[in-house]
Each structure stands twice: as structure tokens, then as C-alpha cells.
């Protein structure tokens, strides 16, 4: 029945695949930061109307969940597409691929749809679309939070918050990877998590300091000098460590600089471990404030969690992805240097990120684009859709495997609880 099926699917999805590259051109097209993909969710929306697929809007500001009923309600699957582009020279730039993701996200919810396979699964699908998984632009989210408009500053966080994922089982969220993958998919792996932590020092009073060694500046390249020889030189036992960096200087070429910005980025592979290190650090700025006497003020941003991935949901995307490229065209690996807020929704839930190809240039480099728009569209499609009809036909017997053997590394509330005791403001005069 599955084979039969998957056929049957894997036609439909060939038919279809003029417009689904169409449509992932026009919004590589209409790149849009975090939090503001207006234009995005409004093309989701009318294709989602246009193939009479039922959805709801709004949470985030801009995310969209389509969903698709099955025979049974349960299990219910989340597959998941990042709306938001990179800020770039002109503007902006989809240069992290975010475009093919809502492609095959589209793709896959219209192939369903349309050969009405999904009559004969037991399940839900939900697709949804979601906002700000790039952390850059920060101060602008700032601004969204302290509107009330939001109240975490990455997409899948806000959306975790609002209950978003609470009747969802399991999730995948298929990337395109770098150039190097040719025509070929990378599955597995652990990414990193981080914190982000921008430290102020400022002069108290509008007097001139007495001596060069008093300005924010000195003080600032002071700390980096400290940070590298106390922490960053001596990896973290559990392998967590710190990139500083000084971002910002206001003052005159002729005059006294009157505050200096440093951005440290706590990178690790344990949400304990990073937070033990950042309240190091935290002492270490308190001692430089204490013996300068500037004023300091330290700024902890949430960034995103470490991903774990799910080991039989992998093995079964691995299995259709061999049926149709070949085990020699597929990678795996343990360990990923890249970070993604779905690490956040790992700590509860299973998932998975699979990384495909078709694609050349290195992610969020400006010449990142579609090589070949056949393997980096149409071949995920029909990846994720195999691996969907695995998940929800014969009673559904794997999804239901999965959800009974996962163990979370945390629950939901504690998760919150987290994000809430990172984000943090300290102010010392």
C-alpha cells in the first residue's frame, strides 16, 4: 500500500513542479526580515485559499498554519518553513534558501491535497509557516517586545509561548544546505546552542576621564583581553565558549570616547553549560566596572537552543531518500557548526532537519542561490512526502513509535522558564 502510494504522490508532485519552482522564485523575490514577512505570509495564504486548504493567521504577527485532516485526527505532524530573509546592503537578501523551504513546504501541502492521498492516512498535517528564525535585528524586535507585539525575539519561541506546537507530535523542517552537498542531502547532527550577551560600558558624568586608560574604550578592549585569556583559551569542559567583539564606539576623533559596546556570543552544546559560563563572565565584567568605575550595563538575549535530532525519524527520511537518490548520496554527520531555533522545539518534541542540496554559494553569503532547481525543490518534496505516508499509514504505527520513545530533554514549561531567566537586564552606576 505504501509503495503504491508513494507513486501515486511522486506523479502528482512532477506535475506540479513548474509551479512550485515559480513559486519559490517569486519569494526569493520578496525578501523580508524577521517578524515582518507581510508580503510572504499573504502568497502562502492565497495559494493555501486557491487549493481550498483551511488555515489560521496571525500568531507571531506573520505565521500561518495550514493544516490537513487525515481519516484519524492523531497523530498529528508538523512540517515546518522559515519565511524570514537576511539583512543585506540593498535591503535584504534570502541568502539562508528560507524561499526553497516555503517552496517545498507548499509543495508537499498541495501534493497531498490535490492527488487525495491524505483520505487514505491516519493523522494530521499541519503546515505551518513561521517567522524570525535569523537572529539579527535585534533592536528592532526589542521594539516589537516592548510594544507588547511579541514577547520572545526569535519566531519558534514566540510561537512556542502562544501554545503553538502544544497538539503537535513530532516536526520536520527540511533546509537547504551549502554548495558543497552538490546533489546530495546531509541528515543528523547536533547544532549548537548560544546566548547572546552586549555589555555597555559608559562614562557617569560628562567630565573627561583623567587618562587614556579611563575611557570605555580601553575598558571595553580590556575585557575582551580577560574574556580570551580567562575563558575563551580554556574550552569549557562542556565544550561551551565565548566569541567577543567590540561593535560599537560614539564618540569624536578628537574627544574622549563616552561609551563602548561589547557583543559576546556564549556558544555550547548544553543549555546548563552556557549558563554557568555567562554568569562567569558576568563576574568578570563586574570587576572591570568595579575597578574603572564606569558604568556598565549587561543585556542577556536568549538565542537558540542546541538541536537534537530524532534518530528514528531520521532513519526514515534516510530510507526514502535512498529509494530515490541513492545511499551514496547521502551524508550524516554527528556534529553541525550552525545554530536554528527549531533546537528550541527539539527540547520537547522530536524532530528533525535535514539538509538538502541543488543548491551553490554558502549560506548567508550573498551569492547562496538555486543550482539546480529540480534536486533543491522537487527531490525534498518527495523526500518529506514518502517519509509522511511511512509516518501515517498503517495505523500510524511509526509516528506512534517515535512520540512513546522520545525523551524530552525538557519539558515546555521549563523551556519557558528558561527563556524568561535568560533574558535579562543589568544596570550598575
Known amino acids: 500500500m505504501k509503495n503504491n502510494l508513494k507513486k501515486r504522490i511522486y506523479k502528482i508532485i512532477d506535475d506540479l513542479a513548474g509551479n512550485i519552482i515559480a513559486f519559490g522564485e517569486k519569494i526569493k523575490n520578496i525578501p523580508e526580515t524577521g517578524f515582518c514577512e507581510y508580503k510572504t505570509s499573504k502568497e502562502i495564504r492565497d495559494l493555501f485559499r ?19 485532516l487525515c481519516k484519524a485526527p492523531e497523530p498529528r505532524i508538523g512540517i515546518i518553513g522559515e519565511m524570514d530573509a537576511l539583512p543585506a546592503p540593498q535591503g535584504c537578501k534570502h541568502s539562508c ?23 487514505e492516512l491516519c493523522g494530521t498535517m499541519d503546515f505551518f509557516a ?26 519558534k519561541a514566540e510561537l512556542i509561548r502562544l501554545g503553538e506546537f502544544d497538539n503537535i507530535d513530532m516536526a520536520i523542517l527540511v533546509h537547504p544546505g551549502d554548495g558543497e552537498l552538490g546533489n546530495r542531502i546531509l541528515l543528523g547532527g547536533r547544532t549548537l546552542g548560544f546566548i547572546l550577551k552586549k555589555v555597555k560600558f559608559f562614562i557617569k558624568c560628562d567630565r573627561e576621564p583623567l587618562s587614556l586608560k579611563e575611557n ?10 580577560d574574556i580570551n585569556s580567562r575563558v575563551r583559551n580554556q574550552k569549557d569542559k562542556d565544550g561551551v565558549w565565548v566569541v567577543p567583539s567590540i561593535k560599537e564606539i560614539h564618540s569624536f576623533r578628537t574627544a574622549f570616547p563616552q561609551e563602548s559596546e ?5 556558544k555550547g552544546e548544553d543549555i546548563p ?30 538565542g537558540h537552543f542546541p538541536l537534537y535530532q530524532d534518530r528514528i525519524l531520521t532513519r526514515l527520511f534516510y530510507e ?30 522530536p524532530v528533525i532537519h535535514p539538509l538538502t542540496g541543488g543548491m551553490e554559494g554558502i549560506r548567508h553569503n550573498e551569492d547562496y542561490q538555486v543550482k539546480d532547481p529540480y534536486f533543491a525543490y ?43 531567566s535568560i533574558f535579562k537586564r543589568q544596570i550598575y552606576l
Open 273 to 302: 553549560a552556557l549558563l554557568r559560563l555567562s554568569k562567569k563572565l558576568d563576574s568578570i565584567i563586574k570587576e572591570k566596572k568595579l575597578k574603572s568605575g564606569m558604568g556598565v550595563i549587561i543585556q542577556d538575549y536568549p
Open 97 to 119: 534558501g528560507h524561499y526553497v523551504e516555503i517552496a517545498i513546504l507548499l509543495g508537499t501541502a498541495i501534493a497531498f491535497k490535490t492527488s487525495g492521498i491524505y483520505k
Open 262 to 266: 561589547v557583543e559576546i556570543l556564549i
Open 130 to 155: 513561521v517567522p524570525a528564525e535569523e537572529f539579527v535585528n535585534i533592536e528592532e524586535r526589542m521594539k516589537l517586545r516592548d510594544a507588547n507585539k511579541i514577547k520572545f525575539i526569535s519566531g
Open 216 to 225: 570605555p574604550l580601553n575598558i571595553a578592549l580590556s575585557l575582551v583581553g
Open 320 to 349: 526514502n531518500a535512498a529509494d530515490l537518490i541513492g545511499k551514496s548520496n547521502i551524508l550524516m554527520k554527528e556534529i553541525l557548526p550552525d545554530t536554528t531555533d527549531l533546537g528550541d522545539l527539539s527540547s520537547f518534541m
Open 378 to 420: 522537487i527531490i525534498p518534496i518527495k523526500i518529506l512526502a514518502g517519509t509522511l505516508i511511512d509516518l501515517l499509514t498503517e495505523k500510524s504505527i511509526f509516528a506512534r513509535v517515535i512520540k512513546n520513545k522520545y525523551k524530552p530533554v525538557f519539558s515546555k514549561e521549563r523551556y519557558i522558564e528558561l527563556q524568561n
Open 50 to 68: 486557491y487549493y481550498q486548504i483551511p488555515y489560521y493567521h496571525g500568531k507571531a504577527i506573520t505565521a500561518i498554519k495550514g493544516r490537513i
